[in-house]
């Protein structure tokens, strides 16, 4: 099993940037694919960004590719979200995921392990 707890969220203006992060703690995290997902009040909960085990194959959602990125640091046990150019549409909880896969997925029910999400309002 992995624990994960994301940190990072705040209230930002439109235009502004946050990093999101997400902290691993249990079993090996390089063994995981990691995904970023939103949820925003009386919606669904979205996909936003995943990445492979080594961090070399990445995924976007279509909302924000060009002005968020994933990344993460297996050393450090975390996952990383960088949001820039953010937009009053991405405010959401965000929640970062872990999946026992090769290939990191886009779809919610991959997704084995769950945070307890971070709130992000941006401002208009």
């Known amino acids: 099993q992995v624990q994960l707890a994301e940190s990072g969220g705040g209230l930002v203006q439109a235009g502004g940037s946050l990093r999101l992060s997400c902290l691993a703690s249990?079993?090996?995290?390089?063994?995981?694919?990691m995904g970023w997902f939103r949820q925003a009040p009386g919606k669904e909960r979205d996909f936003v960004a995943a990445?492979?085990?080594?961090?070399?194959?990445?995924h976007y959602g279509g909302s924000v590719k060009g002005r968020f990125t994933i990344s993460r640091d297996n050393a450090k046990n975390t996952v990383y979200l960088q949001m820039n150019s953010l937009k009053p549409e991405d405010t959401a909880v965000y929640y970062c995921a872990a999946n026992v896969a090769v290939v990191p997925s886009t779809e919610r029910r991959d997704y084995e392990y769950w945070g307890q999400g971070t709130q992000v309002t941006v401002s208009s």
């Open positions: 990445i492979s085990r080594g961090g070399d194959n990445t």
């Open positions: 249990g079993r090996a995290f390089s063994y995981y694919a």
